[in-house]
């Protein structure tokens, strides 16, 4: 047996029709009463507005950090690798006796002078572990160059540069990378 739908239909329509202009004419009505501020609400908000500024303020110093210091190991990997250039070039020409030893001592002494500065410049800007690093860097740095100046050769430079290398390393691990 087949019941029809279609006398339900506009029946269905009606009632909502009048419902709905119900439901519309009682949200327009007056309501009496003073409108009074909720101070519990409000300093909730104000709070969650404040721990969201500075959660944010907070985001974008870290980021500006991160990038500094991103920019600070870029700028010693670099400085790194022209130093040790220099460096070696030095210890080529002394291996080979060559007549212009003594002016790429002087060079590499300057380039490692110039890291160690590069190193100590960079440290107070730096994460306590990097600074750490960086000093040592430097005074190695600084040692090794007063041995190319003072003609020292074989072990006490062997030794020195070998520091050097592991210190370098470590930096590089320790630097975030881009």
């Known amino acids: 047996m087949r019941t029809s739908t279609r006398r ?3 029946a269905s329509a009606v009632v909502a029709a009048i419902v709905g202009v119900g439901v519309i004419a009682g949200c327009g009505g007056e309501i009496e009463g003073t409108a009074q501020q ?3 609400q409000a300093a909730e908000y104000a709070a969650e507005a404040t721990s969201s500024s500075v959660a944010a303020s907070s985001s974008q110093k870290a980021a500006a950090e991160r990038e500094a210091l991103v920019e600070q190991c870029t700028m010693f990997v670099n400085r790194a690798g022209d130093t040790i250039d220099s460096y070696n070039a030095f210890i080529d020409a002394a291996n080979a006796d060559a007549a212009d030893t003594g002016a790429k001592a002087s060079a590499a002494a300057a380039a490692l002078r ?4 590069g190193a100590s410049a960079a440290t107070p800007a730096l ?4 600074t750490g690093l960086l ?3 430097a005074n190695n740095y600084r040692e090794l160059a007063i041995a190319v100046d003072g003609g020292q050769r074989g ?3 062997n030794t020195l540069a070998s520091r050097g290398d592991e210190l370098s390393d470590s930096i ?7």
């Open 38 to 40: 909720n101070d519990s």
């Open 127 to 130: 994460p306590a572990e990097l």
């Open 8 to 10: 339900w239909g506009p």
């Open 172 to 178: 590089r691990a320790a630097c975030p990378t881009s």
């Open 114 to 117: 110039a890291a160690a500065d």
């Open 155 to 157: 072990d006490i430079l």
């Open 135 to 137: 000093t040592d860097y």
